[in-house]
């Protein structure tokens, strides 16, 4: 049956729960019609099956409409409510500077207490916090997404936390589709990184798009040693006034120094925005948004394009686990849907090629992702050194998951720290 209205819906659900009642009391078996499950020692979490909409927790470390990161999260919740009928519960701005003396555990406490039958915590940052709720409500399935608590194979493995699973997007891939677009369009052969804090997760986005850069330079006819790659972090996932540094003077001082293509790392447009002012004086510059599909409008003159998240599709499917009360702790690295990356319903990892793209490079950039996507190109192969010489792949040596993930130092040829 296909849910017109949530009004409806609860006309069908009262009428169900009465034919049940009925149903209960005419048996003669004694059998009360509970339908929750056991959870056994196993990692799934059973919950009860009701006939009443799913009710999520959204917690977002951003505002929802932030163009970027907190936003994308947003509106894959809002294509669950679409698609399931399920009602999804708010926090935004969840951070040190928006809202100091709140914490993780206490609104994952007041979304239980709300209802919510599942919480999505949406940043790293979050991890003390959701492990923390998770232990305290064993029988809440709660998702840490960027994590690896239920990562197996993981140096984090938490096995005692059997309500709490992972979700994660293979940005590795769109950041190097970033970096072969900022390659094929810079007239200075200097491109420059805007980086939030740093950890595991930026460190292998920063050096994904540096091997993509790397590649598609080299492509062009050109010697990796000229190709100037520098990062500079924040300190955070967007500005802090007076904790972080001011990504618009960091995105002046690339454009000063030099750089005349920006990546953004950071959950904010102000690279694009930036970008885009330069552009209108007159500057020969260009800018890559992050995070959020629709980031290119702040600036589309300029706009090589977008590596965005599409968080609809996982969301859906951990929904729909919980609903029928078959959800499971996993951890999950989502890449692109190949067949075609702008799928809204299957690929969480998509690609939109900007404007400002010359023609003739459009090719190109088709022509390095069709590579990634059958495996004939992979920029994570060795020989590749660590920022400080030592090795890091052998020659013909492809990085397994576990290496790209928990990479600890950046890669020889960026410039900019590795670690705080």
């Not at 990692?43 to 932030?66: C, H, Q, Y």
């Not at 709720?133 to 064993?138: E, I, L, Q, R």
């Not at 589709?177 to 200075?188: D, F, K, P, Q």
């Not at 190709?227 to 972090?233: A, C, K, N, P, S």
């Amino acid at each position: 049956m296909k849910v017109s209205n949530g009004r409806t819906w609860r006309r069908w659900a009262v009428l169900l729960v009465a034919f049940a009642l009925i149903g209960a009391a005419c048996s003669d078996d004694g059998d009360s019609g509970d339908t929750t499950a056991a959870p056994d020692d196993s990692t799934e979490t059973t919950a009860a099956v009701s006939e009443d909409p799913l009710k999520f927790g959204m917690i977002l470390v951003g505002p929802r409409d932030d163009r970027g990161y907190s936003q994308a999260h947003f509106e894959g919740g809002e294509y669950v409510e679409a698609k399931l009928g399920a009602e999804m519960i708010v926090v935004d701005s969840l951070n040190p500077a928006d809202k100091p003396e709140t914490t993780v555990e206490q609104v994952v406490a007041d979304m239980i207490d709300q209802g919510a039958q599942l919480v999505i915590a949406t940043s790293d940052d979050m991890k003390d916090g959701i492990e923390l709720s998770a232990a305290a409500n064993t029988d809440v399935p709660m998702i840490w997404v960027s994590g690896d608590s239920a990562w197996v194979d993981g140096e984090a493995y938490r096995d005692d936390l059997t309500n709490l699973g992972n979700v994660f997007g293979r940005m590795e891939f769109g950041k190097m589709i970033a970096g072969c677009a900022a390659a094929l369009t810079t007239e200075t052969g200097q491109i420059g990184y805007l980086g939030p804090l740093i950890n595991d997760e930026t460190r292998r986005l920063v050096a994904s798009a540096y091997l993509g850069a790397r590649h598609c330079w080299e492509q062009e006819g050109n010697s990796a040693d000229d190709l100037e790659f520098t990062v500079t972090w924040i300190g955070f996932w967007f500005q802090i006034p007076g904790v972080t540094l001011d990504p618009t003077q960091v995105v002046n001082e690339f454009y000063d120094g030099g750089v005349d293509v920006i990546l953004s790392g950071i959950d904010t447009t102000e690279a694009i925005v930036r970008g885009g002012q330069r552009a209108e004086a007159g500057e020969s510059v260009w800018a890559i948004p992050y995070d959020f599909e629709g980031a290119c409008a702040e600036a589309e003159s300029i706009c090589l394009g977008v590596p965005y998240f599409n968080w609809g599709p996982s969301y859906l499917g951990i929904a729909e686990s919980v609903a029928d009360g078959s959800f499971t702790a996993e951890f999950q690295w989502l890449g692109p849907d190949w067949a075609d990356i702008n799928d809204k319903d299957t690929s969480t990892i998509g690609w939109i090629t900007g404007d400002a793209v010359a023609a003739d490079d459009v090719e190109k950039l088709d022509a390095f992702i069709a590579g990634l996507a059958d495996g004939s190109i992979n920029p994570w192969t060795g020989p590749l050194n660590f920022q400080d010489g030592s090795p890091f792949l052998a020659d013909g040596e492809v990085a397994s998951d576990l290496q790209i993930w928990y990479l600890d130092q950046l890669l020889e040829g960026i410039d900019g720290a590795s670690s705080s």
